[in-house]
């Protein structure tokens, strides 16, 4: 990159881009550390059960095992981000088919395999609970007796198979009904999506002779895996290093702790390296998933088109711990009315405990389920006034200053631009040539909103001795590029080259706090602490200029490159080098601009909304986009091919566009195959996952992949760096939706149950229920 | 079980190894050779990520056994780049931000290459078939496929 472009609203290469194309960039599993040993995992085979015994022995006589280690060698740490309910292993107790039971180390990973196959766990069998109806039938078996006790950071803990449930409340609902002329009441479905990151999950573990365990690892977070490993191992956080190497994509999945535990107990225990890596089933079969949800919801209208009430239930099928079941309940209960004015709302959240692998995070967070009900609601709607869909969501979408519901402000809303946008941008496309017999073709839209922000990171910005920078935060690169994006906004703000700054790999013994890249949040968030950082750090760098070359700051300006001159007199100028060098003599060391921020605007306002028992109401700053998608339905296989999909985001500030370009387009396509393709099943039987491979869990390849239209608008937001916000999470808000509507444009008839496959398309053209 | 002996070529090495009778050819170029370029998404032949060319046939490496290679030719990611200098895909990849967290990315360049050595000049749905084998989670596909296309049309005025 040349010295005098501009470094923040270009599209500009990933940064760590060469070494991935050269095969050279360093995951989890490409560690190779001398003396190291593999580790493989013991899952339970039953669904639910009481551990009676388990006997090592078998294991420990593989020629290569040197540790066999289960839930008996430690103590029985609960630990979960909203209830403390899970353990490193299952001890007394097994919750689901794949639930860690034991781990081994071993010299190779095919010993590891063997031992680990060779565990002897003797079980009772209990009933196990499938299904939302299932764990909710009075005689259901309990899966946490000891729930009551469990550790819980919000008010809303629930009862018997009930994990939590929680309630928003806006307006009066039972006295708006009766001013609806038209009214849609309907029960939608969605089923589990896996989140398919192509690097499976695992842990690398060193050990050194002072207690202390480095872990490389694939993850979302350093800092909470770090503190997951100090929980469970039983060891303080200051033994515990966590560093994030290139990371495999994550979307939600990797967010919390998962086998960085594991691994780091079994190199303390045997004192050497461990590697411990998933294979593909078992990261099906034992990380997490998307929850599978039932949506009821009843959304009434004027005859004019004015939406006056609507009444949600969201139930999510939790699996067996509770891991951010109760923030992903808490999102679906808040994105529950989208962007428009309802001025009465009734919404209810549930999560329940079901006998099956835990759901957690995962890209949208419980957004993507009820916004397959709202949006289809609102075609409902428009289908029963006699007007068109799109119309009816721009008479009510949000306006700048209107409250979020619950009552957050929400300053800017671009709701109805994105719309537009995408209303134009589709019928503006030349119509394709006809589709064939028996092939119907439909439009559908989708407008939506999503939130990013939460909690607190942190950023340093330091100029080193020859004048480089070096910057460090916590924020992890999980694949969608921030750490070019951050490098971006700390060269804009200095007039460096990006070449002139080191970025820190995330390491927990030097890097700065961040909560987790998830939320949508790394730009936003992390990006406003280096922003932070780089300018704190240039008011310094410009304080000792001024004292260097005796005039005041305000005649010296930044110049390309790390320089700074008198402005008007371009021979006048010193190198961020000679800055360095009089800091460290004259303040006792480099500059450093520090800067940390918490997200923190009111939520839930007392004076607008009645809210109970939610885990969460501080989401985050919101942002709008809409998708118009082109569909063609074949009604003999049942088959829908995506065709055409233009999408809209409005991200504030572009800071790369060609990294919004990849969320988008990414995102579309994720849900693309949670719209039609993917989802996990479990034996009603025995409760195994049925298809825990890629041969028979189908994502969308590049056959797939329709023509996708990224259209970014960029409407100032006000906060966020350079004005910019989140965009991780809402192409796959949008995408699913818009696909359903535009099916039920296509065929007539409205599809309730996702992922819509050929067999439910074909039930719906034959008139039963899918 | 006794190690096999095999004797092979590796981006144009000579090389030698040992390798159990039951170890893949992504087992022995990772676990053995410390190539790890080369990339495990499946194991199981489904996703791509491991794709390497023996004897100029485009396989998954995860379903060839290290024993079978003996005294075959054996192109992987890491032979791509001549030196310093990138295959045009290579680059072009870079250019189009054809890549996100870039563990598809080693598969996907072998797959794209072995493509425009039989085919010079892919049409853009002949891409995206050829490329069907190998799955990504990040990216959509759409910039891959322009990227190899771009990096055809370069190749072919070269």
Same mark, same amino acid.
């Given at each position: ?20 194309? &050269? ?79 034991? &781990? ?127 929980? /469970? ?155 068109? $869909? ?40 030349? &119509? ?29 910005? &330091? ?10 935060? +916590? ?14 906004? @700390? ?20 890097? $700065? ?75 006792? +060391? ?45 009604? @003999? ?8 999909? /233009? ?25 693309? +195959? ?7 099943? /479990? ?83 034959? +008139?039963?229920?899918? | 079980?006794?190690? =096999?002996?095999?004797?092979? *070529?590796?981006?144009?090495?000579? =090389? ?5 009778? *039951?170890?893949?050819?992504? !087992?022995?170029?990772? !676990? ?5 370029? *080369?990339?495990?998404?499946?194991? *199981? ?9 023996? !004897? ?7 379903? =060839? ?5 003996? !005294? ?24 189009? =931000? ?61």
């Amino acid at each position: 990159m040349s010295k005098l472009e501009a470094r923040v609203g270009i599209r500009m290469p990933r940064v760590d881009a060469p070494e991935t194309v &050269a095969g050279e960039a360093m995951y989890t599993d490409d560690f190779y550390l001398p003396g190291m040993l593999f580790g493989a995992v013991h899952g339970s085979p039953i669904a639910h059960g009481r551990i009676l015994s388990i006997d090592t022995s078998e294991a420990e006589a593989v020629t290569g095992v040197k540790a066999v280690i289960t839930g008996r060698d430690y103590n029985h740490v609960l630990a979960g981000p909203f209830i403390k309910d899970e353990t490193m292993f299952a001890t007394d107790r097994v919750r689901y088919v794949g639930e860690p039971v034991a &781990a081994v180390a071993a010299t190779t990973p095919e010993a590891a395999r063997e031992a680990a196959s060779l565990i002897e766990v003797e079980y009772e069998d209990l009933p196990a609970v499938l299904s939302i109806d299932e764990a909710l039938a009075e005689d259901a078996p309990v899966l946490h007796e000891d729930l009551a006790s469990y550790f819980c950071t919000f008010e809303g803990k629930g009862t018997g198979n009930t994990l939590c449930a929680g309630d928003l409340t806006e307006g009066d609902v039972d006295a708006a009904w009766a001013e609806c002329d038209v009214i849609v009441e309907q029960t939608y479905e969605t089923g589990a999506q896996h989140h398919l990151y192509m690097e499976p999950s695992g842990a690398v573990a060193e050990p050194d002779r002072q207690g202390k365990v480095t872990i490389w690892s694939s993850l979302q977070s350093i800092s909470l895996a770090q503190q997951r490993v100090a929980e /469970w191992v039983n060891i303080p956080m200051a033994k515990v290093r966590m560093v994030a190497p290139r990371i495999g994509g994550g979307f939600g999945g990797k967010g919390n702790a998962h086998f960085q535990p594991a691994a780091a107990a079994l190199a303390l225990k045997t004192g050497r390296p461990v590697k411990l890596m998933l294979t593909r089933s078992e990261d099906f079969e034992m990380m997490r998933s998307r929850h599978p949800s039932r949506v009821h919801m009843k959304t009434g209208a004027k005859a004019d088109g004015t939406l006056v009430a609507r009444e949600f239930e969201v139930i999510l099928d939790c699996g067996a711990y509770a891991d951010d079941s109760p923030g992903v309940v808490s999102v679906a209960v808040l994105m529950g009315r989208g962007p428009y004015r309802i001025p009465n709302i009734r919404a209810r959240g549930v999560g329940v405990y079901t006998n099956k692998l835990k759901a957690g995070a995962y890209r949208g967070y419980g957004n993507p389920q009820v916004s397959f009900a709202a949006e289809q609601q609102l075609d409902e709607l428009a289908e029963k006034l006699g007007m068109d $869909p799109v119309d009816l969501r721009l008479k009510n979408t949000m306006n700048d200053g209107d409250r979020w519901l619950g009552g957050q402000p929400v300053a800017v809303s671009s709701a109805a631009k994105c719309l537009e946008t995408a209303r134009d941008a589709a019928t503006a496309a030349p &119509a394709l040539p006809d589709a064939g017999p028996d092939r119907k073709r439909g439009l559908g839209y989708a407008l939506f909103s999503a939130p990013h922000g939460l909690l607190s990171t942190a950023a340093n910005v &330091a100029l080193r001795t020859d004048g480089s920078i070096a910057v460090a935060t +916590g924020a992890v690169d999980i694949g969608q590029g921030s750490d070019t994006i951050l490098q971006q906004i @700390v060269a804009d703000a200095l007039k460096l080259d990006l070449d002139q700054i080191s970025f820190a790999s995330q390491d927990t013994d030097s890097s $700065p706090y961040d909560w987790k890249t998830a939320a949508s949040r790394v730009t936003y968030m992390a990006g406003q602490a280096c922003l932070n950082a780089a300018i704190e750090a240039r008011e310094k760098i410009l304080v000792h200029a001024s004292d260097l070359m005796e005039v005041a700051p305000g005649d010296l300006e930044l110049r390309d490159g790390g320089k700074v001159g008198i402005v008007g007199i371009p021979e006048k100028e010193i190198t961020f080098g000679m800055i360095a060098g009089r800091a460290h003599y004259q303040t006792g +060391g480099p500059v450093v601009g520090a800067s940390e921020i918490m997200f923190e605007t009111p939520a839930v306002d007392p004076a607008v909304a009645q809210s109970k028992g939610l885990a969460f109401s501080k989401v985050g700053a919101y942002s709008f986009g809409a998708h118009a998608v082109e569909v063609e339905v074949d009604e @003999v296989t049942g088959e829908v091919e995506v065709l055409r999909a /233009w999408c809209v985001h409005d991200v504030g500030r572009a800071i790369n566009p060609a990294m919004v370009d990849g969320q988008v387009i990414g995102g579309f396509v994720q849900g693309l +195959g949670y719209a039609l393709l993917e989802e996990m099943v /479990w034996d009603p039987d025995d409760g195994r996952l049925a298809n825990p491979t890629l041969m028979d869990y189908k994502i969308p390849t590049a056959r797939e992949m329709p023509e996708i239209h990224s259209i970014i608008l960029e409407t100032p937001f006000g906060d966020g760096p350079h004005g910019a916000r989140g965009v991780g999470e809402p192409p796959i808000v949008g995408a699913p939706v818009a696909i359903a509507n535009a099916i039920a444009n296509a065929i007539g008839k409205r599809p309730t149950v996702m992922p819509m496959k050929p067999e439910r398309i074909l039930d719906l053209l034959d +008139g039963e229920s899918a | 079980m006794k190690k =096999v002996h095999i004797s092979t *070529t590796i981006n144009g090495d000579e =090389v030698d190894f040992l390798c159990e009778p *039951t170890q893949t050819l992504l !087992d022995v170029l990772r !676990d053995e050779l410390h190539m790890t370029g *080369t990339k495990e998404g499946c194991g *199981t032949g489904d996703c791509g990520a491991c794709s390497v060319t023996l !004897d100029g046939t485009l396989v998954c490496s995860c379903l =060839v056994l290290g024993a079978e290679v003996g !005294d075959k030719s054996i192109e992987t990611i890491e032979g791509m780049a001549q030196g310093e200098e990138l295959h045009p895909l290579q680059q072009k990849f870079i250019d189009h =931000v054809a890549l996100q967290c870039g563990i598809c990315t080693p598969g996907l360049l072998v797959a794209s290459k072995k493509l425009l050595e039989r085919n010079p000049d892919p049409s853009e749905e002949e891409i995206r078939y050829w490329l069907a084998g190998n799955l990504c989670r990040c990216t959509g596909y759409q910039k891959i496929v322009e990227a190899v296309a771009d990096a055809a049309q370069e190749m072919r005025s070269a």
